[in-house]
């Protein structure tokens, strides 16, 4: 009995003494699951403080978090779960080992078992502890970059502990499970002979680096040339999904099949320079390939959430100003309204609440949707991929434009001014309906509407009349084409609007706005006011928490890209150091060897880099579309945004190589003498 | 420890037959001591060891594990330094020539056949064979001409395309004793070669290095299996850092050879007895 109590009590021991042993790989899973606590942790606290959901404007911030933690969780999980099985492979002889010296299978299950929820008490007490030191810090940098008040207190929830306490107790449950299964199922010679296992070459070779190759171009086709309309989202999705599949296959089989050309090849292949290079680079390739695919995708994850994010934020002002080229507008119906008394009613309620109104436009103006055929603006397309050539086209007086631009352009009989806020019209003539009239000149801006050759997504037309006669014109003929019955009362049915900015503090233009909204509303012609430093303020949370969630994801990816690395070169590492014993022995110096495995582990490493490379320059181009229905049209800012982040990536990169080719060198040891190990 | 060799034993001196011709490889005062990472500790591996072997030799080194015949076979092999000493192959001394060459050299001068193969999983058998002499940078025609009589003789023919870890044992040591025959070595140095392969493999590998020795190539095989011993034309027997017994083949079959050797084996071990007392008082 006595005898009974102690080796169960020795078993917690082993356990302990197993993860000091192989601490190269267990400190870094230990260090990876306190890291996944920290951040799960701080997006729960975050989104439990009280404050986030009743601070004005945090809607968008708070579901973003939301869903960040969600696709936090479903990334984590994974990513413990293939750290976890790495560090179960390694482990295999010591657990063969204790078999065959007599620990029974059930031993071995409380030692794992034991282990495991000594990595669990471990990830969760330093991930909670250091996300509680951290999360105020944070909080303050996430309401910040929103642009929401600092000034709130951060208090901690219990249920963000309990919460992250529980979602991880069921990852580490899961890894032990599999673990368990794993040393269950198999026998102790099994387990002894564990890491080692001769490497099969893939089969069907050729196709699978041909599908590789096709796949891959095809996403970069699709990323590269793809436009934006209703496909966009669909692509976008097809294309990643290409990407990764033609990643997968040509780092597999693609990298293989090359290097076995190569190797086909007697001349090249027996130089003394290339023979144990491409030899090495085949055997690497074929054990490591899974990996490096890893690293390259979640290399190009970094990069995109980067480059996207950051640049949403850094040109939040530009996409402010699309989205909201004035501080306030009011619309009101052109033919109740009086202009003159809502310009006076704002520069009065102006001047009592202390703020300064800039900028004030006021126009009449009627948007008429109109099917767009070169030059002929007709009936609108029904349905089907006509349906991206329907533009809204709005028809303003000369009158107006003279005094909105402080100009004084002068039209003939026949003649009209246009502006679009995409692309050029780039036509002389313009056929509106049945009216042919002429271009007079097509204008490169306005100031009510912002314009950029990319706003494809939703573009608008202005054509601008010599005259209310000309105007009602146009507004017939379209009334006609377009079947509308009381073509008389449609004809004065154009908006009046009046906009403006506003400047001064807060407060004050909060009263102002207030005020002014209900002067609005008792309007009889009153149709809409629109308060855009909410709208700003909304966009504003959104593309902050955005940035937030992008710098704490790529943090995430960066420590999942820097953990596989790690377990890779340890792997190579314990390779390597055979290899190299043998070399010497057979006749090549250890400089010759150190120059030839240097050379080898640079390209391995280097590819997954290259790729990711490749895929953010092929990404871009579908991200520079796709933020055009974000209103960003900024496509140097993406690029400068996208080469910096690159660089930086890169440096980081290079760095984490070094940082971990540190342990490498370690275990291969250069320069130890192959006659002390015979 | 030495003060017990040299009262005990009277060692054996070997004489050079210099009457037949110039011995291949000569080995002269060899002594070799290894100091521990500290210097605290000396240990003396080596002696002084003297014998040497002429061309078309198959000549057996047999001791005990730690009787230093690693050590001087390391020597030999240009891996490691003598402490003091000389060993000459065809009259060059090894500790003179430079370590940038010294790679070289190995390559073009020895073959080397190891206990654990030594082959490399990166490469197949057949370019593991090729590797040294790729390395010395000879033709691809050249070493393919090289290799079919070889690999023919080795009954490998078949197994050339394959890797290391899809081979048995025998079969990974017959390509490995491929590797060491191909750049034509003035001698082959082997380090337990049957160690790490079963009787049927360790018997068929035997005959097969009878065999090479036979057709002209000088071996010298360290081990310290009587089996594997009993095929060579002379044995050594080292202990404790000195060769102090040796024995010619002559007419002798194996099973003979086999007899005498654990015969000698006995009488050195039974020998040893006195050793405890000896060294008491030694120290």
């Known amino acids: 009995m006595n005898k009974k109590i102690k080796k169960w009590r020795i078993l917690p021991k082993l356990a302990l003494t197993g993860v000091m042993k192989s601490g190269t790989v267990y400190y870094p899973y230990i260090a990876a699951g306190i890291f996944s606590v920290f951040t799960f942790f701080i997006f729960s606290s975050i989104l439990r403080n009280d404050v986030i959901s009743i601070l004005p404007h945090s809607a968008y911030a708070w579901m973003l978090l939301q869903i960040g933690r969600v696709l936090l969780a479903i990334i984590l999980l994974p990513f413990l779960f293939y750290t976890n099985s790495f560090l179960i492979k390694r482990r295999k002889k010591e657990i063969g080992l204790y078999n065959i010296l007599g620990l029974e299978k059930k031993h071995i299950g409380v030692m794992m078992f034991t282990e495991a929820l000594f990595s669990y008490m471990a990830a969760v007490t330093g991930g909670i502890v250091s996300g509680s030191v951290f999360s105020k810090f944070l909080f303050l940098l996430l309401l910040r970059m929103t642009g929401l008040p600092v000034e709130v207190e951060f208090v901690f929830y219990p249920e963000a502990f309990t919460e992250t306490a529980i979602f991880f107790f069921w990852v580490y449950a899961i890894n032990l499970v599999s673990n368990l299964i794993e040393v269950g199922k198999s026998k102790p010679t099994e387990l002894l002979s564990g890491g080692k296992k001769g490497e099969k070459e893939p089969k069907l070779l050729w196709i699978y680096a041909s599908i590789g190759l096709i796949t891959l171009a095809g996403g970069y086709v699709i990323a590269i040339r793809s436009e934006v309309d209703s496909m966009i989202f669909l692509n976008f999705f097809l294309a990643v999904f290409l990407v990764i599949i033609g990643t997968y296959f040509l780092f597999t089989s693609g990298s293989v099949a090359f290097l076995k050309v190569l190797k086909r090849n007697k001349r090249v292949y027996y130089e003394p320079a290339n023979f144990i290079t491409i030899s090495g680079m085949l055997y690497r390739m074929k054990k490591n390939a899974a990996s490096l695919v890893n690293i390259c995708i979640f290399s190009t994850m970094v990069i995109i959430t980067l480059v996207c994010t950051s640049s949403l934020y850094l040109g939040l002002n530009e996409i402010l100003y699309f989205n909201y080229p004035y501080d306030a507008s009011f619309y009101a119906q052109s033919e109740k309204a009086d202009a003159d008394a809502a310009n006076e009613e704002i520069n009065a309620l102006g001047e009592i609440n202390d703020v300064r109104i800039n900028g004030l436009v006021s126009y009449e103006r009627i948007a008429l949707s109109c099917g767009k055929e070169a030059n002929a603006f007709g009936v609108s397309f029904a349905g089907g991929m006509q349906n991206k050539h329907n533009y809204k086209v709005n028809i303003i007086t000369l009158e107006d434009y003279n005094r909105m631009e402080d100009k004084e352009e002068i039209l003939g009989e026949n003649e009209v001014l246009v502006f679009s806020s995409g692309a050029d019209f780039a036509y002389d003539t313009v056929r509106f309906m049945d009216r042919q009239l002429d271009v007079k000149k097509e204008l490169k801006e306005l100031k009510i509407e912002p314009k950029s050759e990319k706003n494809v997504f939703d573009a608008l037309f202005y054509i601008i009349v010599r005259d209310q006669k000309m105007h009602d014109d146009l507004v017939r003929s379209w009334a006609e084409e377009n079947g509308v019955e009381d073509i008389e009362g449609f004809a004065n049915s154009d908006y009046r609007i009046v906009r403006f900015n506003v400047e001064g503090d807060k407060a004050d233009k909060d009263a102002f706005f207030d005020s002014l909204k209900a002067w609005c509303e008792s309007r009889p012609e009153f149709v809409e006011f629109y308060n855009n430093l909410e709208g700003r303020a909304n966009d504003m949370s959104m593309y902050g928490g955005l940035l937030f969630i992008g710098i704490l994801f790529s943090a995430v990816f960066l420590m999942c890209l820097l953990l596989i690395m790690y377990y890779k070169q340890i792997s190579e590492g314990y390779e390597d150091r055979d290899s190299f014993i043998i070399m010497q022995k057979v006749g090549m110096s250890e400089k010759e060897i150190k120059h030839t495995i240097h050379r080898q582990i640079l390209l391995v490493f280097f590819l997954p880099l290259l790729g990711a490379v490749m895929h953010t320059v092929a990404g871009l181009f579908m991200v520079d579309q796709l933020f055009t229905t974000l209103r960003f049209f900024n496509g140097s800012l993406l690029v400068s945004c996208a080469a910096c982040i690159t660089v930086v990536f890169v440096i980081f990169y290079g760095l984490s190589y070094l940082m971990t080719a540190k342990t490498y060198y370690k275990i291969v040891r250069w320069g130890e003498s192959p006659a002390v190990n015979a | ?283």
Do not use: W
């Open chain 2, 1 to 283: 420890m030495a003060v017990h060799f040299r009262f005990f034993y009277n060692r054996i001196k070997i004489y050079e037959r210099e009457d037949i011709r110039m011995a291949l490889l000569e080995v002269k005062n060899v002594k070799k001591i290894y100091t521990t990472r500290f210097g605290a500790v000396k240990v003396q591996a080596l002696h002084d060891v003297n014998f040497s072997v002429e061309e078309g030799e198959y000549v057996a080194i047999m001791g005990e594990s730690g009787s230093g015949k690693t050590t001087l076979l390391n020597i030999l092999a240009s891996l490691d330094k003598a402490t003091s000493g000389k060993v000459l192959l065809n009259g060059k001394n090894l500790s003179e020539i430079k370590q940038k060459q010294l790679c070289a050299f190995r390559r073009d001068h020895l073959g080397f056949v190891f206990q654990d193969f030594n082959l490399l999983d990166t490469l197949s058998l057949r370019d593991n064979i090729f590797l040294p002499l790729v390395l010395a940078g000879i033709s691809y025609g050249e070493m393919d001409k090289r290799l079919s009589p070889l690999a023919e003789k080795l009954g490998i023919v078949d197994l050339l395309n394959k890797y290391p870890y899809e081979v048995s044992g025998g079969q990974k040591q017959r390509a490995a004793v491929c590797r060491a025959l191909i750049t034509e070595p003035e001698i082959v140095l082997a380090d337990e070669p049957t160690g790490a392969l079963d009787s049927k493999a360790s018997a068929k590998l035997l005959r097969l290095f009878a065999d090479i020795n036979k057709s002209g190539q000088t071996i010298l095989m360290v081990t310290h299996s009587i089996q594997a011993a009993s095929h060579a034309g002379r044995i050594l027997f080292i202990k404790d850092g000195c060769v102090f017994h040796q024995i010619y083949r002559g007419n002798r079959s194996d099973e003979e050879m086999y007899k005498m050797i654990s015969d000698a084996l006995t009488v050195l071990q039974t020998g040893n007895s006195p050793a405890p007392f000896e060294n008491g008082e030694a120290s």
